[in-house]
């Protein structure tokens, strides 16, 4: 099962890439020295267009709704969003006896005295619904299998 781990490091793999072509290798020189990169925004001559906060034009001609979108979805942030995903991904490890190490759901719980509740949790099998989550969308990708379905 930890072939859908591979699958996820793989797509991510694919989004950093794609976004840092985009970006350019200056501009990730940048990026790996802690330096942020630049957004992309609608154009300030008010065109469809998107440029960047460097003025540099990245996208000539879209619609609106599309212009707004691919701002929003800007490889900046698919970048952060990528290194989110690997450090949520990383969280997930499966034990000897296949179980998350990490996931468990509550099964049942005691209040003591105090008032203090203690959950018991069993264990979720590997791979846990966050890592199925994770992977859910690639799921038009051709290597993805319906049994990592959540
Ligand atoms: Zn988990």
């Keep these: 099962m930890d072939d859908l781990v591979q699958f996820l490091r793989n797509r991510l793999d694919e989004d950093e890439r794609a976004a840092q072509l985009s970006l350019g290798t ?18 300030p001559e008010g065109d469809a267009g998107i440029w960047d906060t460097e003025g540099t034009p990245r996208v000539k001609f879209v619609w609106a709704r599309e212009r707004d979108h691919i ?26 006896s296949g179980s998350c190490t990490l996931c468990a759901l509550p099964e049942d719980f005691d209040d003591d005295a105090d008032g ?3 959950f018991t949790r069993s264990a979720q099998p590997w791979p846990c619904t966050t890592v199925k989550l994770l992977a859910l969308p690639y799921a038009d990708h ?9």
Aim: net charge positive; hydrophobic share 30%.
């Design 26 to 43: 200056n501009v990730m020189a940048r990026v790996r020295r802690g330096q942020p990169a630049p957004r992309w925004v609608p154009s």
């Design 71 to 96: 701002v929003r979805h800007d490889p900046t942030r698919i970048l952060r969003e990528v290194d989110a995903k690997r450090r949520l991904l990383g969280e997930h490890r499966h034990d000897s």
């Design 116 to 118: 203090n509740r203690t």
């Design 142 to 150: 051709p290597d993805y299998r319906d049994a990592w379905r959540p």
